[in-house]
């Protein structure tokens, strides 16, 4: 990519895609969340279209923009129905007050229902879960630095560490769990079979992340910590051996 028209404008973007991970994973509300959460959103958009002047490209960044704006939609509208319910966005004041009006029925549970459904909307499509999963394989037409790092190791990840820190919240809804778990199942089945399909190795990356992803998912709906984090741990390793291969195969 040295030769590349916009090298600063690369590494522009991938700076501010870090700062933007970084508020995501350390925010200590729903409200700073959804900040970083759109803030990563939009530097996705920004590094699948680097290379704009190509069709391919262009329509691939309109497709994952157009996909996780539902999913945020839902997210939006998740937050501001826990806020109507509780009162407060602070993730621990949440999760207390949240137990407390569920264990002691004073509060609709279909209006609960809907609000989990709806956050949980969010980490579906930005994470590439069935069936907002169609944007992924077209991501991989931004440069391959992004395709390995981000949309095939980091980025997707993260987006399942919100169902992770909202799972005290899901965990007293046992139809949401079964929702989790079955999107997993769903998820890990599907990105697999359409990996061994694939001859272009970039979206067969792509689809394995994708089953990688409905088997953390799987773990988070059965309420399983210690499989999340040795698949977190994983996952950790697995961009600094793909970024290893990439280096060397480019």
Same mark, same amino acid.
Do not use: D, E, R
């Given at each position: 990519m040295s030769h590349d028209q916009g090298y600063l404008r690369f590494f522009a973007y991938l700076s501010l895609f870090n700062t933007s991970m970084l508020g995501l994973v350390t925010s200590s509300n729903l409200i700073q969340n959804y900040i970083f959460w759109e803030?990563?959103? +939009?530097?996705? *958009?920004?590094?699948i279209c680097f290379w704009f002047t190509h069709p391919i490209a262009a329509n691939a960044c309109q497709k994952a923009f157009v996909t996780n704006r539902v999913g945020d939609f839902g997210l939006l509208l998740g937050i501001l129905g826990l806020y109507w319910i509780t009162g407060s966005l602070e993730f621990w004041d949440l999760f207390q007050i949240f137990n407390n009006l569920i264990y002691n029925n004073e509060v609709n549970? #279909? #209006?609960?229902?809907?609000?989990?459904? =709806? =956050?949980f909307c969010g980490s579906i499509a930005k994470s590439a879960q #069935? /069936? =907002?999963?169609? !944007?992924l394989p077209d991501a991989m037409e931004g440069p391959t630095p992004i395709s390995a790092l981000i949309h095939a190791a980091i980025m997707v990840v993260v987006e399942i560490f919100l169902v992770a820190r909202l799972l005290p919240l899901f965990i007293v809804? /046992? *139809?949401? +769990?079964?929702?989790?778990?079955f999107i997993g199942i769903i998820t890990l089945v599907l990105g697999a079979t359409l990996a061994l399909a694939q001859k272009d190795i970039k979206r067969n990356f792509a689809y394995s992340t994708m089953s990688q992803l409905g088997y953390i998912m799987l773990a988070l709906g059965m309420g399983s910590y210690p499989l #999340?984090?040795? !698949?977190?741990?994983?996952l950790v390793i697995l961009p600094i051996r793909v970024k290893i291969w990439f280096l060397w195969a480019v």
């Open positions: 803030l990563v959103g +939009m530097c996705s *958009y920004l590094l549970i #279909f #209006f609960v229902i809907l609000c989990a459904l =709806l =956050l #069935f /069936p =907002l999963h169609v !944007w809804i /046992p *139809y949401i +769990m079964n929702v989790i778990t #999340f984090i040795q !698949w977190k741990l994983l």
